[in-house]
């Protein structure tokens, strides 16, 4: 793994798991989600992945394997897809953006091989040309209004930057969460790729206080406010993008053919996901914030021979963010009332959090078609 220059920045605090090798705050990490949020912090990502795809077959070959329809992907726009399994589990979330002669996938650092990998394995005999280019680019994440401003990359006349469509959604897809004022308006995540000697050059205007710095904590705690799924945490091998509503910016309902796109058709179509992503307002938690993979209990009345707290799912993301507190969020059982109270449990201290549930995908998510359900055989009404 390449060395991240922030590291190196006075006050860096090094981030320890999914994210080992990036900064996890300077110091103050709700006054970095502020200045994250304002667009006046940049937050170093470059343990990502970026690969890079040529060729005339590149988007028509992406867009056979991909659950967004890409083919006719215009230079500088952004998009984002998922590469399932032949069961339709996700296996890859990618970051989507073309130039007019080569297009960009960026990954977490920890997919990248893997995808790479794959990909390699798909091209059959089709004119695309594969690269991994991590070693000498880079990512910067920002939320300012011009991210191209921290030194992107220029292919042709197309800065290299990647904006998050998740703010919006998009075309084809379908959102299940309910509410009209959406959290993810407030997200305008964008992704700046960068040689690495501009990496360092950054991370010296950050030291010498002509840039601000934000560390991984705050984009965190941004991204669970927003609802934002990242695969490397609220995903595991048995996730299928309606779990997350990420039908809403991955997945084109009206494309052509992908591995795993009977699953998304059945299930959006005539099914229900068998779990739902849900946050969590966590009561008393600064001290206590629960981690990945804490349990998450619902109160169970009735029956009564059955009444008491039973485990329903797990905590996937915690932080504490600058203005709603402590917060997380969790994938739980379809079947768990919007309304059941719910309580985490933290595995580090044996110790139960009370929990607000805010519904991101509804209980009755899915079952699109409408088709009436007809009486079993022999059963009278």
Not at 1 to 26: C, K, N, Q, R, W
Request: with cysteine; charged share 25%.
């Amino acid at each position: 793994m390449l060395t991240s220059p922030f590291l190196s920045l006075p006050g860096a605090v090094a981030a320890g798991g999914i994210d080992e090798g990036l900064v996890a705050h300077y110091g103050n990490p709700l006054v970095e989600q502020r200045r994250l949020e304002d667009g006046s912090a940049i937050v170093d990502l470059s343990t990502y992945g970026i690969l890079s795809v040529a060729g005339p077959d590149r988007l028509s070959w992406l867009n056979s394997l991909a659950s967004q329809k890409l083919d006719r992907l215009a230079p500088g726009e952004s998009a984002e897809t998922l590469f399932l399994d032949p069961n339709g589990h996700i296996e890859f979330d990618v970051r989507v953006l073309d130039d007019g002669a080569t297009t960009w996938l960026v990954t977490e650092g920890a997919e990248s091989p893997a995808l790479h990998a794959w990909l390699g394995r798909m091209r059959f005999m089709l004119r695309v040309e594969l690269a991994d280019r991590s070693v000498d680019l880079a990512v910067i994440g920002t939320m300012a209004a011009d991210a191209s401003s921290v030194g992107a990359v220029v292919e042709g006349e197309v800065p290299l930057v990647w904006s998050d469509p998740w703010a919006q959604g998009v075309r084809g897809g379908w959102q299940y969460a309910i509410p009209d004022d959406h959290p993810a308006a407030d997200w305008a995540l964008s992704l700046a790729i960068v040689t690495r000697e501009r990496l360092t050059q950054l991370a010296a205007e950050v030291a010498d206080g002509r840039r601000t710095a934000a560390g991984i904590l705050a984009l965190e705690a941004l991204r669970i406010a927003a609802w934002r799924p990242r695969l490397s945490t609220e995903g595991d091998e048995k996730a299928i993008p309606h779990e997350f509503d990420w039908l809403r910016t991955a997945v084109h309902l009206d494309k052509g053919c992908y591995r795993g796109q009977e699953t998304v058709a059945k299930v959006h179509n005539l099914g229900h996901p068998p779990r739902r992503m849900v946050m969590l307002h966590l009561d008393g938690s600064d001290t206590v914030l629960p981690a990945h993979g804490d349990e998450v209990l619902a109160e169970r009345t009735r029956p009564e021979s059955e009444a008491g707290w039973r485990v329903c799912g797990s905590v996937t993301s915690s932080a504490i963010h600058h203005e709603l507190g402590p917060i997380a969020l969790a994938v739980i059982r379809r079947g768990v009332p919007a309304d059941a109270p719910l309580e985490v449990r933290t595995a580090e201290t044996g110790e139960t959090v009370a929990a607000a549930q805010v519904v991101v995908v509804p209980p009755e998510a899915g079952a699109t078609a409408g088709i009436p359900r007809l009486p079993r055989l022999g059963v009278r009404r």
